[in-house]
């Protein structure tokens, strides 16, 4: 996406996205008990670690999925790491649970989607094209909002929203 179409920033704090991961583990209390969670990395692997704590669920697989592209657009996915057949366990993956940080576009999530379509998709931030994909999210951010998250950031200045600001 280019700067034009990703005019508007989001950055997240460790605090925050502390506190919306622990806000996704309430929504999903109430959902079943989840036997694994498959995090879609490398955006899944830390609201996978928080929530897999909240829910106490142990075991925690990962699905390795590559988009090749240069930032302005979402390449070709390659899944470079599948799920382990024995995490699955033979039943279209009832009884998982599926982390990812952000469902964008919503290209990553129907691959994953295809690979378990009885296990519950939840993220913590979601865009209007993927957001049907999710099963239970957080907060849907607008889809020209580019969403920072802590690993992603260093601290320094941020300009006002307003142009019109001085001083």
């Not at 998982?96 to 964008?104: A, E, H, S």
Request: aromatic share 8%; charged share 25%.
């Amino acid at each position: 996406m280019d700067n034009q179409q990703q005019s508007k920033a989001f950055p997240v704090s460790w605090d925050q996205f502390h506190r919306d991961c622990r806000a996704l583990s309430w929504r999903l209390a109430d959902k079943g008990e989840f036997k694994a969670i498959v995090a879609i990395t490398r955006g899944g692997l830390v609201p996978a670690g928080i929530i897999a704590r909240e829910l106490g669920v142990r075991t925690i697989e990962t699905v390795c999925i590559a988009s090749y592209h240069d930032y302005d657009d979402q390449g070709d996915l390659k899944v470079i790491k599948p799920i382990d057949p024995k995490v699955i366990g033979g039943n279209d993956g009832e009884g998982i649970l599926i982390i990812d940080d952000l469902v964008d576009t919503g290209k990553t999530a129907k691959v994953v989607r295809e690979m378990l379509p009885k296990a519950h998709f939840a993220t913590v931030y979601a865009k209007p094209m993927g957001r049907d994909l999710a099963d239970t999210i957080v907060t849907e951010v607008s889809q020209d909002t580019w969403v920072y998250f802590p690993w992603d950031l260093g601290m320094q200045f941020q300009p006002p929203i307003s142009k019109d600001t001085a001083g």
